[in-house]
């Protein structure tokens, strides 16, 4: 059965700073690798999805990278800001349909002033 | 277009009774599924369907859950009767297709006293 981890569960830094989230999975035969986004109360936005024969996705100050064979997929967050306080979670697509994720149990993220 | 919608927000009920969550997906989406959130378990998938065809309910944790999606723009979840440990947070997210993104609601948030 897929496990998914996410290392650290919390983590506060300075606006400005670069970080970096990590993610790693039991089972390296997934599809793909994508991140969300949770602000409190709400619900979760997909940041960056990653296909299995993909290194990595940018999207603007953010990048994402995934390391199949190892298991390893990271998001790295650029000159972070106070809006990116938030939980991040990972979620791997063992089908290659997006039906049935497995999910990180999340960072959460707070980036102060 | 209003992105899924989820009612109610919050429910609060005692012990045995039954609980309706219900969902609005985005026009034109194909999949629907239900999650349940805690603190213990994280994101857990409880069952989708496709073209308002169950196709997996494996998540499911007991014959006390159902759910149903008498057409494309409605489904619902339905728990009887009620338990405390049933208290969570229900997300709805739908999906186009081959498209991998998931798109959530805000969610239920569910308190069984």
């Known amino acids: 059965k897929q496990e998914v981890t996410q290392i650290p569960a919390a983590l506060s830094v300075p606006e400005g700073e670069n970080l970096v989230l990590n993610c790693s999975f039991t089972?390296?035969?997934?599809?793909?690798l994508q991140w969300f986004r949770q602000d409190p109360g709400k619900g979760l936005t997909s940041l960056l999805l990653?296909?299995?024969?993909?290194r990595e996705q940018t999207s603007g100050r953010l990048n994402a990278s995934l390391d199949k064979s190892s298991g390893r997929s990271t998001l790295y967050i650029a000159a972070s800001q106070p809006g990116d306080s938030a939980t991040y979670l990972c979620a791997v697509d063992d089908t290659g349909t997006a039906s049935k994720l497995t999910f990180g149990t999340g960072t959460r993220l707070q980036v102060t002033l | 277009d209003a992105g899924v919608i989820q009612s109610p927000r919050h429910e609060v009920t005692e012990m045995g009774q039954e609980v309706t969550l219900r969902c609005k997906p985005i026009?034109?989406?194909?999949?629907l599924f239900w999650y349940r959130q805690t603190m213990m378990r994280g994101l857990e998938l409880l069952i989708y369907?496709?073209?308002?065809?169950?196709?997996?309910d494996s998540g499911m944790p007991e014959d006390r859950f159902s759910a149903k999606m008498p057409n494309a723009s409605f489904s619902t979840l339905k728990i009887q009767p009620s338990e405390p440990r049933d208290s969570a947070v229900y997300f709805c997210a739908s999906s186009m297709g081959q498209e991998l993104t998931q798109y959530f609601g805000p969610g239920t948030r569910l308190l069984v006293l």
């Open positions: 990653i296909q299995s024969s993909q």
């Open positions: 026009s034109g989406h194909d999949y």
């Open positions: 089972d390296s035969a997934i599809y793909n």
């Open positions: 369907f496709n073209n308002n065809v169950p196709i997996d």
